[in-house]
């Protein structure tokens, strides 16, 4: 009953270092996507993708890539840290369907720190 | 403009008691679906509640109800009978049905911290 596995759980990286997020989900969803969350500002959507193969870009897409090459797994990657991409970071995925209501299921986050 | 609007920062209210978060937004979608999302202080998003805007009915989840008034774009979480493990940042969410390539994209508020004090 795994659902939304991130890892790791707690990164500390220093100013232009590269790191890579990683998300997976055992429940065959076809939408995933990437949050950061930062104080009173919400959830900010960074990239989502609808399948394999398919990405785009969310309101906060600059200094972060994605790829879906599987229908499980969703990586996040930093190229180069900066210290404003210190945050915690969200995946989500949800089953595509009819209507609106089918709810995104969360991973546990992962809190980044970019020093 | 924000699309998400929750204007409680926080709120308090005592344990047993009903309380109201508030969450208006902003769509000129005919089809959206708003969502409630609780947050505790361990830091996961767990899913609350949905209400569809075609719904005829404010949604119910046991002791959570949403008070869904269409023409005046507000969707407020209703807690009943407070519990301590209440405790928590809530987010109101909206998914719009054009939004640009997909229709899954939820769009948060900043959320409201709520503490339920015994």
């Known amino acids: 009953n795994a659902g939304v596995t991130q890892t790791p759980k707690f990164q500390v990286l220093k100013t232009g270092q590269s790191m890579t997020l990683q998300c997976a989900q055992d429940m065959n969803h076809e939408y995933m996507s990437w949050y950061r969350q930062d104080p009173g500002m919400g959830l900010r959507l960074i990239h989502y993708?609808?399948?394999?193969?398919?990405?785009d870009q969310g309101e906060v897409p600059n200094g972060y890539n994605v790829s879906r090459s599987t229908t499980e797994d969703f990586p996040l990657r930093l190229l180069s840290a900066a210290p404003s991409q210190t945050s915690v970071y969200f995946c989500a995925s949800s089953a595509l369907g009819t209507g609106n209501g089918q709810p995104q299921h969360f991973g546990d986050g992962t809190r980044l720190s970019i020093l | 403009a924000q699309k998400i609007t929750q204007t409680q920062p926080g709120m308090f209210v005592q344990e047993k008691e009903a309380v109201t978060l508030d969450c208006t937004y902003d769509t000129s979608d005919p089809s959206y679906g708003l969502f409630w999302y609780k947050q505790p202080s361990s830091g996961e998003m767990i899913f609350l509640i949905y209400?569809?805007?075609?719904?005829?009915q404010n949604a119910t989840e046991g002791r959570y109800s949403l008070n869904f008034q269409k023409a005046r774009k507000s969707a407020n979480l209703v807690i009943s009978a407070s519990q301590l493990g209440d405790s928590a940042m809530y987010f109101c969410a909206m998914r719009e049905a054009s939004s640009g390539g997909s229709n899954y994209k939820l769009t948060f508020g900043k959320g409201t911290l709520l503490t339920v004090n015994p």
């Open positions: 209400q569809g805007s075609y719904d005829q």
């Open positions: 993708s609808v399948g394999a193969g398919i990405t």
